[in-house]
């Protein structure tokens, strides 16, 4: 599986900006489709994640109700939606490719699979 991440740059706070993970490889359908972000000094964080089949959603409680989550099957590519970004997720993002259980629409991470390369986001205030 490989997955290549883009879209990321400047935004100023309150606007929006959309970030793609294209995904390639016989079984990356087989993983769910996770965000992660990575600020200067922090460790790496969840943001998000989409199931390719039923398009299930869930999100990290900072980014709720901001940031969302789409897919589009036939390009198999998935999206983040940045609306009104604050200074504060300003971050490397990184998408990946995951295993685990969905019991709902809550999502139980067991593995992270594969990284894509990180696309740099920086929200000016």
């Known amino acids: 599986v490989q997955l290549q991440a883009s879209g990321g740059g400047l935004v100023q706070a309150g606007g929006s900006l959309t970030l793609s993970c294209a995904a390639s490889g016989r079984t990356f359908s087989a993983y769910d489709t996770a965000w992660y972000r990575q600020a200067p000094g922090k460790e790496r964080e969840f943001v998000g994640i989409?199931?390719?089949?039923?398009?299930?959603?869930e999100y990290a409680t900072s980014v709720k109700g901001r940031f969302t989550i789409s897919r589009d099957n036939a390009k198999s590519t998935v999206y983040l939606h940045l609306n009104s970004p604050k200074p504060e997720d300003t971050a490397v993002y990184y998408c990946?490719?995951?295993?685990?259980?969905?019991?709902?629409?809550?999502?139980?991470?067991?593995?992270?699979?594969?990284w894509g390369q990180g696309t740099q986001v920086t929200v000016s205030s």
């Open positions: 989409i199931n390719w089949s039923s398009g299930t959603t």
């Open positions: 990946a490719a995951t295993s685990g259980m969905w019991r709902g629409d809550q999502y139980y991470i067991q593995n992270v699979d594969y």
